[in-house]
């Protein structure tokens, strides 16, 4: 995180979704199909973020109501938490997968890091969650030979077909950028 806030000069990108009173907001361009990703390299140092409706995850926002909603987010945790598989990156640049985080209202998994102080059923009514609902994903990465990490290559595609655009932030030794991936398009110069 510190590397994307000293380079994009900003907030940690999952205070998008802040707790301020215990409310989960949504980041201002809350839409259906379209997800943010922030990519940030630093020395050996590769953070990625992502942000997401979790409409575009699984199919809903609100908070899960049978066994079949808990499995949905459950099976999207599972996908999100790998993100070697996510994210292919060349394999000169010696890149692995330090860890990843995961935070959205609903989170399946018992994880310390997902821990806001307060139970999320308890303390949040079904009904602060009925309108628009993220999920925030972090991932860090440690390359070897940093020099040759000149692509990424985004399956998030592949895994959540309902998502049909990622709109990137980039920060990396090349300098910074956007971009818009696609289905189509889903390979990101660094």
């Not at 598989?85 to 399946?108: T, V």
């Not at 018992?110 to 102080?117: F, K, L, S």
Request: hydrophobic share 40%; net charge negative; charged share 25%.
């Amino acid at each position: 995180m510190t590397t994307l806030c000293a380079l994009f000069g900003a907030m940690p990108f999952h205070a998008l979704h802040a707790h301020e009173g215990h409310d989960h907001q949504t980041h201002a361009a809350h839409e259906h199909g379209v997800a943010t990703l922030r990519v940030a390299s630093a020395d050996k140092a590769l953070v990625i973020e992502f942000l997401s409706p979790l409409d575009n995850l699984v199919g809903f926002e609100h908070e899960p109501r049978s066994d079949e909603q808990r499995k949905a987010i459950a099976d999207a945790e599972a996908l999100l938490r790998d993100g070697a598989a996510l994210f292919r990156l060349p394999a000169a640049a010696g890149c692995q997968l330090l860890g990843a985080k995961l935070d959205s209202p609903w989170l399946q998994s018992e994880q310390p890091d997902h821990d806001h102080g307060h139970g999320h059923s308890d303390a949040h009514g079904a009904t602060e969650h009925e309108g628009h609902a993220d999920l925030a994903a972090s991932y860090r990465f440690e390359c070897t030979a940093p020099d040759r990490l000149d692509s990424l290559h985004v399956r998030l595609f592949d895994s959540f077909p309902r998502l049909r655009e990622v709109r990137v932030e980039r920060a990396t030794a090349s300098g910074q950028g956007a971009a818009v991936l696609t289905p189509a398009k889903a390979e990101l110069p660094l």
